[in-house]
């Protein structure tokens, strides 16, 4: 007689049987058939048990030799094991219910069982307590995520591919969501077919269990303490993965999508979208967060972190928020409670809002873009009209808004070029589905510079009151502040034109006059689009084609930037391009001169420290 290992690496016989009610083939590729009795004996000498050999069955060339204490329930099918084509792949201590598993697997030391699901090529999962789906698992499509408003009016629900804008749209616009964007975006979801899968080239090792919990292709879980209903999504190219969950992570009600949830995370109902890192012991819920988001120790709750939102500091709360491009300051708080009818207010920062050390931000409020919030603010300021602000919460709470000096700020345009090239997403060749426009000056800011021009024009003549501070929306305005801004505000325009139009040579304006539409820009949590196409994606009559829409925004940003710019420059603003650019070497100038006093600073700094 053969040897045991002769005996069990002996390839199964071409002619046994398909087991009944198994398809001939599978999706990996070789049809898979019955054990003969004598490979049966065998594999029960091993430890091996089933409820019904002849619902189990394995590839032809399936080394038996590497099984061991396996216990087999239900229809299972097994590819083939092959420590020379696959080395490391064996399926040893673990109980398989109802699987059907791919080639070269290594699955090892399963504390409980594999129950329902569909386990790719050379996966592996190893120590792990329990991977189980139930029929029909959602693994996380379609939960819903009480972004914004805290109790529930505007839920955006988790699918795959789900985009900043197509979310900032559903969250801000709910009577629509309900009726016609979130429908389209469930029925998209009903294309992606069955969910439980450990996909090929996976790896699951050292955690606790997972229950509903869909894992793409060469997506790592390592060290994870409890996952449930959720989904792991990996989009990049072969060897380029970036989803990756991590040591003593808690997660239910899930997407994460080509992100980076680690080191005890705790989330519920979340989407950690492309290049997004959540770690560090965050706890989150209902929120969302977009491309390249990073978040590190403190909380959020009910936020939208569109691109590139950054909370980096223990103590931090985020709560009831829209934020792109923001960064948080230690012990930045925000409050979304009245104690009246619950926590029913949320807030808008607009595009670039950095705020303090122990800042405060009452709800509902607005603050412009590329502000900087300090103090605490209890009088829901709505400083939109006023980019690039200094904002001071005075003893009170009530907000000072110093216009236009963050203009003037070196490390303003230094943001701009350090974003492009902390892309995580570059060099993956992933699908993107966040689109992204960096500019500063663009026409969404500059716009809302005009504007805040003609305001400033209006609140001049106005008599301060007996603080000196003249009172608008909310806010308190230093008389003299304003005529620094009127002449910051204009550089920076000037700066724009020069930066965009050919020698600074502004262009005839068209003989049609564009439609208010035309002329109004929006940020839709990082791509800039105007309201006509807005509108257009609002009438959009399936999910596929509102992200069309988004996409062509984004490739047609510069053409639709040079139109807006002809139409929206009066002769006011025409100048010789000498002067367009003495005008725009002023700006330049003024940051200049911000760096070089930094740099004295530091200097000085230096030496005082010096030994």
Known sequence: MSSDTEYLSTPLSAETPVADGLPEGTAFGSERRPLPWWSVQELERRGCTATDWKAVTFHPDCDLSLLSRVEFEGTCSIGRLDAELYPGSCIRNARIVDCTVGDGVSIRNIGGEIR???????????????????????????????????????????????????????????????????PQAMAYCDTLGPLNIIGEKAVVKDCGSLFNVSVGPEVRIEGARRLSNGMIINNAAPRRPLAFVGAGVDADGFIVEDGVVDSGAILRNVYVGQGARVE?????????????????????????????????????????????????????????????????????????????????????????????????????????????????????GATVVVPAMMLRSCGLMRDELKWPTRDRRLKRKLPMHDRIIFDVLNPFTV?????????????????????????????????????????????????????????????????????????????LAGLLLTRETLERARRAETHEEREEIFDEAFDNYAQLERDWIASAFSDDWRATPERVKELADEFDHLIEEDRNNYKEALISEADMLRL
């Open 280 to 396: 560090k012991g965050f706890t989150a819920h209902d929120s969302l967060f977009f491309a390249n988001t990073s978040m590190e120790n403190g909380e959020a709750c009910a936020v939208f972190a569109g691109p590139y939102s950054v909370s980096m500091h223990k103590g931090t709360l985020l709560i009831g928020a829209q934020t792109s491009f923001m960064n948080a300051g230690s012990s930045t708080n925000q409050s979304n409670h009245m104690y009246k009818l619950g926590p029913v207010h949320w807030g808008l920062l607009e595009r670039g809002v950095k705020t303090a050390s122990n800042s405060y931000l009452m709800h509902g409020a607005a603050i412009g873009a590329f502000s900087l919030l300090m103090g605490s603010h209890k009088t829901h300021p709505d400083s939109r009209e006023f980019p690039f602000s200094y904002l001071f919460g005075d003893n009170q």
């Open 116 to 182: 329902n699901a569909t386990i790719g090529n050379m996966a592996v999962i190893e120590n792990v307590g329990r991977v189980e789906f139930e029929d029909e698992a959602e693994c996380g499509v379609g939960v819903a995520v009480a972004v914004l408003d805290e109790t529930g009016s505007r839920p955006v629900p988790l699918i795959p591919g789900l985009s900043a804008q197509t979310a900032a749209l559903i969250a801000r616009d709910p009577r629509m969501a309900e009726d016609e964007y979130i």
């Open 447 to 523: 716009g809302r510079i005009l504007k805040a021009l003609d305001t400033i024009s209006e609140l001049l003549p106005l008599q301060a009151d007996d603080d000196r501070f003249i009172r608008y929306k909310g806010m308190k305005i230093n008389k003299a502040t304003l005529e620094r801004a009127k002449k910051l505000y204009t550089l920076a325009v000037y700066k724009y034109l020069w930066t965009k139009l050919p020698e600074g040579q502004l262009p005839q304006a068209p003989e049609e006059p564009a439609s208010e539409e035309q002329m109004e820009w929006i940020d």
